[in-house]
């Protein structure tokens, strides 16, 4: 059984990438499991170079001593896996648009999802051939708002209702909640630990690999890294991928030990490895608050630390 880091190759991976990476693998490790890498290509075809992206995400990765096991898997490569499963699944065509989905009379979630109300599972046959001459139609599964709940390290029990969620959408391209569940059913993980703006969207998924016949896995949604203002840390945030910290002069050992003291398993100016951090690795004992990134901090303290030296 297995964790998994799952990066999509849109953008260099930057410090928030990176140290939910590191308590991917922590958690994994420290409970004697595998560790697996899967790219999550399917959407970036928009993306120049998606795959040299993706290339350097490994090198990352592989800067910072994580380690994995088995091959790396990439979404693209596995269509074909993504539409064996549609095909054992009770689903629908929809022919909403974005915006009448988004105008729809159904109450919003926290984070902005609004569940989908069927709308077109009630269309007659003639209003349906209507849509289909002029839209392409996404495939929903059929739920029937059933509330599902998931087991999490950090959040503690948490359920969601599960509404008729897209599949596959209406561009072609197989939906990150189908994929993902398909994918960690197929690795054999059974650990999910990633960021906890996705916490929402995890009973949907346990459900469906309930309904692939698979367990759901047990789950770890952890704080996300925050730019100074609050805001999701993003490349534009200044120095904050592996690349820009070298040109400022911090090798991995020193981009390891600031991550390490983000999560409070390193003492300011001590440097680390990642055996000892496995050691003294305990998820109760984790920040539950987001990581704000400022990178005039480090960066400042290495223009001292260069004048002093
Ligand atoms: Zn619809």
């Given at each position: 059984m297995s964790g998994r880091f799952a990066p999509s190759p849109t953008a260099a991976l930057h410090l928030g990438n990176l140290r939910t990476a590191v308590l991917a693998w922590l958690f994994?490790?420290?409970?004697?499991?595998?560790?697996?890498?899967?790219?999550?290509?399917?959407d970036t075809r928009r993306v120049r170079a998606a795959g040299e992206v993706a290339a350097q995400q490994v090198r990352d990765l592989a800067t910072l001593g994580l380690d994995f096991d088995g091959e790396v898997v990439w979404q693209s490569?596995?269509?074909?896996?993504?539409?064996?499963?549609?095909?054992?699944l009770d689903t629908y065509e929809c022919y909403c648009t974005r915006k009448e989905i988004a105008d729809a009379p159904?109450?919003?979630?926290?984070?902005?999802?609004r569940p989908y109300t069927g709308v077109c599972l009630r269309l007659t046959a003639a209003q349906r051939a209507v849509l289909a001459s002029t839209r392409?139609?996404?495939?929903?599964?059929r739920a029937d708002g059933e509330r599902f709940s998931v087991t999490d390290s950090l959040a503690g029990e948490f359920t969601g209702v599960v509404d008729d969620f897209v599949l596959v959408r209406n561009d072609g391209v197989p939906a990150y909640n189908l994929a993902v569940v398909v994918d960690d059913l197929a690795m054999g993980v059974d650990q999910v630990v990633r960021g906890d703006d996705l916490?929402?969207?995890?009973?949907?998924?346990?459900?469906?690999?309930?309904?692939?016949?698979?367990?759901?896995?047990?789950?770890?949604?952890?704080?996300?890294?925050?730019?100074?203002?609050?805001?999701?840390?993003?490349?534009?945030?200044?120095?904050?991928?592996?690349?820009?910290?070298?040109?400022?002069g911090?090798?991995?050992?020193?981009?390891?030990a600031l991550l390490a003291r983000s999560l409070g398993l390193a003492a300011t100016g001590e440097t680390v490895q990642l055996p000892?951090?496995?050691?003294?690795?305990?998820?109760?004992?984790?920040?539950?608050?987001?990581?704000?990134?400022?990178?005039?901090?480090?960066?400042?303290?290495?223009?001292?630390?260069?004048?002093?030296t």
């Open positions: 994994a490790r420290s409970t004697g499991r595998g560790f697996r890498l899967r790219i999550e290509d399917l490569a596995r269509l074909d896996a993504y539409a064996a499963a549609v095909a054992q159904s109450a919003p979630h926290a984070d902005g999802y392409r139609p996404a495939l929903r599964v916490l929402s969207s995890s009973p949907r998924q346990a459900w469906l690999a309930t309904r692939l016949g698979g367990v759901p896995p047990t789950y770890a949604h952890v704080p996300l890294a925050l730019n100074r203002d609050g805001v999701r840390l993003a490349k534009r945030d200044g120095a904050v991928t592996l690349a820009d910290l070298a040109a400022l911090m090798d991995a050992d020193r981009i390891l000892q951090l496995l050691a003294r690795f305990d998820p109760l004992r984790l920040p539950r608050e987001p990581w704000v990134v400022d990178p005039t901090d480090y960066a400042d303290a290495d223009v001292n630390r260069m004048s002093i």
